[in-house]
């Protein structure tokens, strides 16, 4: 049986938390991918299980505010932009989210 874990946070029914949460998941799940890292490697290094990671990415949960520093820093990109901002660190103003 799955416990619920101690580092997120079900997205709930509600419209806009569901907006936020697939936001969320569709940045982090990009960000991961671009950065070459596993799913793994991420859980690893924030002391989560990869079933958290795994969880976030489908926007099933979000993580705690802690974790999600983490995961900017880990990322290299702006915590807000990663919970629904403008642009990530790094990105030029050529890029592409102008």
Same mark, same amino acid.
């Given at each position: 049986?799955?416990?619920?874990?101690?580092?997120?946070?079900?997205?709930?029914?509600?419209?806009?938390?569901?907006?936020?949460?697939?936001?969320?998941?569709?940045?982090? *799940?990009? &960000?991961?991918? =671009?950065? #070459?890292?596993?799913?793994? %490697?991420? @859980?690893?290094?924030?002391?989560?299980? $990869?079933? *958290?990671? &795994?969880?976030? =990415?489908? #926007?099933?949960?979000?993580? %705690?505010? @802690?974790?999600?520093?983490?995961?900017? $820093?880990?990322?290299?990109?702006?915590?807000?932009?990663?919970?629904?901002?403008?642009?990530?660190?790094?990105?030029?103003?050529?890029?592409?989210?102008?």
């Amino acid at each position: 049986m799955n416990t619920a874990s101690l580092s997120d946070h079900h997205v709930s029914d509600a419209p806009d938390s569901q907006r936020v949460g697939r936001a969320f998941a569709a940045r982090l *799940d990009m &960000t991961i991918k =671009r950065s #070459g890292l596993s799913s793994g %490697r991420v @859980a690893k290094s924030l002391g989560v299980t $990869e079933g *958290d990671v &795994t969880l976030w =990415r489908a #926007g099933i949960t979000l993580p %705690r505010t @802690a974790d999600c520093r983490r995961l900017s $820093e880990l990322l290299h990109v702006e915590m807000t932009w990663l919970n629904g901002g403008s642009k990530p660190v790094g990105e030029t103003s050529a890029g592409p989210t102008e």
